[in-house]
C-alpha cells in the first residue's frame, strides 16, 4: 500500500491517476490532422472511421487492425498496416518529461502513480510497455483493457479493486472538462488540468 503525503501545506493522496493525451503529452495529437500534413489524406475521409467503429475499438469491442485494415485502401494509405501504427504511435507519444519527473518525485514521497487513459488495444499496450510496469506508472489502466471508458463507474470499480485502495484517498487528473466531472461522481478528488506548474501550485495549497 502507498503511504498518504504528509508534507505540511501539500494535498494528501494515496493514489494519484494521470490521463495520456493532453497531461503527460504535451498537446493533444489529432491523427487525423498528421495525416492530413504529412499524406496528404483528407480529415473528411477518415473522419467515419474515428467518429464510428474506432469508437467500439476504445472500449475493446473491436479490433483497431482489423477495422482499419478495412478502410486504409480507401483512404490511399500507401504503406502497410504495422507502418501506419508505427506512425500513429511514434507521432502521438511525445511524452512531457517534466510531467514524468513530477510523477517520479511523487512516488518517492510514496504516492502511488498510474495512468488512466481512454486507448484502444494498441495503443495501451505500447503505453504500458513504455511506461507501466513501475517504470513510471505502477499499473496502466487503459478503456480497451477495462472494456469501458473511464467516464463509467465499472472502470473504476476494476482498477480499485486492482489496486486495493479506495476512491476517497485518490486524485484524478485529465485535461477534459466532461471527463472530470464524471470522476467527480465516482468518490475520487478531480483536478482539470492546464499546465504543470498551475497542478503543482494546486497541490501545495
Not at 37 to 50: A, G, V
Not at 89 to 106: A, N, P, R
Not at 157 to 176: K, M, R, T, V, W
Amino acid at each position: 500500500m502507498g503511504i498518504v503525503i504528509e508534507l505540511v501545506g501539500m494535498k494528501t493522496y494515496k493514489s494519484i491517476f494521470f490521463d495520456v493525451d493532453g497531461v503527460l503529452i504535451k498537446s493533444k495529437f489529432l491523427f487525423t490532422e498528421q495525416l492530413e500534413r504529412d499524406f496528404e489524406i483528407k480529415i473528411e475521409t477518415m473522419l467515419p472511421f474515428f467518429t464510428g467503429v474506432f469508437r467500439q475499438c476504445s472500449i475493446g469491442k473491436a479490433d483497431l487492425k482489423v477495422e482499419l485494415g478495412k478502410v486504409i485502401g480507401d483512404w490511399g494509405w500507401k504503406g502497410t498496416l504495422d507502418e501506419l501504427l508505427e506512425y500513429w504511435f511514434s507521432k502521438g507519444t511525445q511524452i512531457d518529461q517534466e510531467v514524468i519527473d513530477y510523477v517520479m518525485d511523487l512516488k518517492e514521497q510514496g504516492v502511488r502513480c498510474f495512468m488512466a487513459t481512454d486507448q484502444e488495444k494498441y495503443r495501451g499496450e505500447h503505453l504500458e510497455r513504455e511506461l507501466g510496469g513501475g517504470k513510471v506508472f505502477e499499473r496502466v489502466f487503459y478503456s480497451a483493457g477495462v472494456g469501458c471508458s473511464k467516464k463509467e463507474q465499472a472502470f473504476w470499480d476494476y482498477a480499485f479493486e486492482q489496486i486495493g485502495s479506495q476512491p476517497s484517498d485518490s486524485l484524478f487528473i485529465d485535461d477534459d472538462p466532461e471527463k472530470v466531472e464524471a470522476v467527480a461522481t465516482f468518490g475520487l478528488t478531480t483536478y482539470l488540468y492546464t499546465d504543470l506548474q498551475s497542478l503543482k501550485s494546486w497541490m501545495k495549497a
